[in-house]
């Protein structure tokens, strides 16, 4: 059991300045060279040095037995001499610069590692610590391994879905049905959007949508798509309030509380749905200007279905992922752990996958040809073993603010979305590259493999193949093999396993460092009432998202409300325990809608749009999300203090 109060210590002051660097470097990630000698064995650079030895080799002989004299008579062999020697020069000085090719990269994946390392090296965490935050402390109420396998069965039930092409024939048939008009086609993205999230969860509409619309917003000739995309993404967020499962941080508050899939969709719905009318209205205001939403946009005359790659796999997909919310709800009553029903369907899912793998159908190439109402064709094709990226050269100035004159193939950036960022500062793309963007939603992990691919052709044109690393063999021979499972595993969020896992022990760290109680302490004066406790664990929620990002704030604001400090207040009836853990919601979701830091799904948002030269900003993403954001999250906690006021 935890201490009510306890003294801090040195060790206590480096867990918390430990946890505040690793949510830095979480943030920003850091490039680190490896000094890994790796010369260069080209055929170019293999030729060039068995010319200079050989040259090098025919001129010893031929002054070897007085080379000074013979050098001062033939000033032509001196001159032989002295290119072969800065040739020479020249060889190893190329082969210098090509020394240290290896980078080991700090970011969402290996800082949280290393953080949990380092605090078991200076023994400020103990095994306790670890344990509790891998199974779960037994007065948190929290599984964090329960969290992780809901978390990844609901991922890959999405992406294979998500690879059959169903959620791109949704927006083809959409934006068909918008009849030319933009607003039309607005609402009809926006609602599109809302549901996708509420049904599946928020990453699977950034990295399914945010593609799709760059590649809309070029072939419509939109002026710019920043109001689509802020659209995109802010429904995203809000709609995964909807239900238990679209946001890893309801599932943690959810499972602090002991709270059920039916009574949080109880609970939720109405905010949610308030939300969402919100934020609709305030986008319409914000974006009310026709550069932004014109009146009258081109239809792509393409056929939906050309979209369906596999269209027995949608069907077989949104069966079960209607199997599951269905379970869900049912089990619900019984109380069973809601990994229990996911996981379960999610082997379902890959046996059918392995299947289809098994058969040879997986398409690995697939070309739409999209004819615009100006007869004006745009062909775009993409294959499995070739991919083409290009992105528009950097600049001060938001590419979406001015539109977008490129489009380029997503790199691999969904695979690790923050890292990726880091990478686009030390990478340059030719910018007169042919600039390729895919249809079919299969393109996208097909895209990302290839420029995998891409990256490694060139890596083996200038390093040795005793340097190549057995994962990168083991991912071609998983490719060729498995070119369905390949596609779907490089575009899992395995990153978020360890961050999430070493997220959970260090705050189970700050807890037995006595910083916990603390923090619970402070909590109690911010709730007098439940109007008060609603709207300041909702406002602080927001904030700490973009100091935390969402993920690790969730985990420690319901670490510090669960704290005997906190629950043995006087002050914390259950009328204001209820609207701090709402709030918490609500603070977790829609604060992910400030900044492009406050969440994973903005980091992958920002990462996708990067890889395409079209990045927003950090100061126009703050800008427009202040223009809505604000209004929407004062709504949302006036209608959970209604609700509130309502039961109790």
Not at 470 to 485: C, D, M, N
Not at 565 to 574: D, G
Request: hydrophobic residues 45%; neutral net charge.
């Amino acid at each position: 059991m935890e201490q009510a109060d306890q003294p801090l210590d040195v060790h206590s002051w480096l867990v918390v300045i430990t946890f505040m660097i690793v949510i830095a470097i979480v943030i920003h990630p850091i490039r680190i060279p490896l000094p890994i000698p790796a010369l260069s064995s080209s055929s170019a650079s293999r030729s060039c040095q068995s010319t200079v030895q050989q040259q090098q080799q025919q001129q010893d002989n031929h002054n070897s037995d007085d080379s000074g004299s013979a050098l001062a008579q033939n000033p032509a062999a001196a001159n032989t001499a002295t290119g072969i020697n800065s040739l020479a020069v020249a060889t190893n000085q190329k082969q210098k610069k090509k020394k240290i090719p290896y980078h080991f990269t700090l970011d969402i994946a290996t800082a949280p590692v290393l953080g949990v390392l380092f605090l078991l090296a200076t023994k400020s965490i103990g095994g306790d610590s670890v344990r509790d935050g891998i199974v779960g402390a037994p007065e948190s109420g929290v599984e964090p391994y329960a969290v992780m396998i809901l978390f990844f069965s609901l991922a890959y039930i999405c992406i294979s879905l998500d690879m059959t092409g169903v959620f791109q024939y949704a927006a083809f048939w959409i934006s068909q049905r918008g009849g030319g008009s933009g607003q039309r086609v607005f609402l009809s993205f926006f609602l599109l959007s809302t549901v996708m999230s509420g049904l599946t969860s928020n990453d699977v509409v950034v990295l399914t949508m945010t593609p799709f619309l760059v590649y809309y917003s070029q072939a419509v000739d939109l002026l710019t798509p920043i109001a689509f995309l802020m659209a995109e993404i802010q429904t995203a967020n809000i709609a995964s309030m909807a239900l238990y499962i679209g946001n890893l941080t309801n599932v943690v508050a959810c499972q602090a509380y002991k709270i059920s899939f039916l009574e949080y969709s109880a609970w939720m719905l109405l905010p949610c749905f308030a939300a969402i009318a919100a934020c609709y209205i305030m986008l319409r205001i914000n974006f009310r200007h026709d550069k932004y939403i014109p009146k009258i946009v081109k239809t792509p005359n393409v056929d939906p279905r050309s979209c369906l790659v596999d269209p027995v796999g949608a069907i077989f997909g949104l069966s079960v992922l209607a199997c599951s919310l269905i379970c869900l709800i049912g089990t619900s009553f019984a109380h069973v752990s809601v990994w229990i029903v996911t996981g379960p369907f999610a082997l379902l899912t890959l046996a059918r996958d392995i299947w289809y793998d098994s058969q040879g159908k997986f398409k690995p190439a697939h070309v739409v040809v999209t004819t615009l109402s100006d007869d004006r064709q745009l062909e775009d094709s993409e294959s499995m073993t070739g991919g083409v990226a290009a992105s528009a050269p950097g600049s001060k100035e938001s590419q979406m603010e001015k539109g977008l004159p490129e489009i380029a193939v997503p790199e691999p950036s969904i695979v690790s979305p923050v890292s990726i960022l880091a990478e686009k500062h030390d990478r340059k793309l030719d910018s007169d590259q042919g600039s390729v963007e895919t249809v079919g939603v299969s393109h996208i992990p097909i895209a990302a493999s290839s420029s995998i691919a891409a990256d490694n052709n060139q890596s083996t044109e200038t390093e040795d193949t005793a340097h190549q690393s057995w994962t990168k063999r083991f991912g071609r021979k998983f490719q060729q093999k498995s070119p369905l499972l390949h596609a779907i595993a490089i575009r899992m969020p395995w990153a978020i396993l360890p961050f999430t896992f070493s997220m959970f022990i260090m705050v189970e760290g700050l807890s037995h460092s006595g910083w916990i109680a603390i923090f619970a302490n402070w909590a109690t004066k911010l709730v007098p009432n439940y109007v008060a406790a609603t709207y300041a664990i909702g406002f602080i929620s927001v904030l700490l998202c973009n100091i935390f990002n969402n993920v690790p704030m969730t985990i420690l604001v319901a670490r510090i409300l669960q704290h005997p400090n906190f629950v043995n207040s006087p002050l914390a009836t259950p009328e204001v325990v209820k609207g701090c853990l709402f709030a918490l919601i609500v603070g977790s979701n829609l604060g992910a809608c400030t900044t492009l830091i406050s969440s994973l799904a903005g980091l992958m948002w920002d990462s996708v749009l990067r890889s395409k030269g079209s990045g927003v900003g950090f100061w126009n993403f703050f800008k427009w999300n202040m223009g809505v954001m604000p209004v929407v999250i004062l709504v949302t906690l006036t209608v959970v203090v209604v609700e509130l006021s309502v039961i109790y």
